[in-house]
Nanobody, 115 residues
Framework: QVQLVESGGDLVQAGGSLKLSCAVSGSIFSSYTMGWYRQDPGKQRSLVASITSFGSTNYAGSVKGRFTISRDYAKNTVYLQMNSLKPEDTAVYYC?????????WGQGTHVTVSS
């Protein structure tokens, strides 16, 4: 089984930066592709960025060039560095495997970008 704890969300001004962390416990971290997802009220969760077990990354078009996903195997942690934040980035951010395991969703971390 796996447990995920997201942190780092905050209220920031447009154009600012924020770094999210996802602490992973369990035996699957090194073997699975991990992803960051986000969800606005009334919308489904969507994939923002992903990183494979060997470090290959992919990004949603809306964040490409602004966000960077990374992982630290020694710390069992996945990061999302967010730069040049926009109000439309406001959402609850979650981490999970990709594809996500329904039982592994955590509480998420809230990111609010003001204009």
């Amino acid at each position: 089984q796996v447990q995920l704890v997201e942190s780092g969300g905050d209220l920031v001004q447009a154009g600012g930066s924020l770094k999210l962390s996802c602490a992973v416990s369990g035996s699957i971290f090194s073997s699975y592709t991990m992803g960051w997802y986000r969800q606005d009220p009334g919308k489904q969760r969507s994939l923002v960025a992903s990183i494979t077990s060997f470090g290959s990354t992919n990004y949603a078009g809306s964040v490409k060039g602004r966000f960077t996903i990374s992982r630290d195997y020694a710390k069992n942690t996945v990061y999302l560095q967010m730069n040049s934040l926009k109000p439309e980035d406001t959402a609850v951010y979650y981490c999970n495997t990709m594809p996500p395991r329904s039982a592994s969703w955590g509480q998420g971390t809230h990111v609010t970008v003001s204009s």
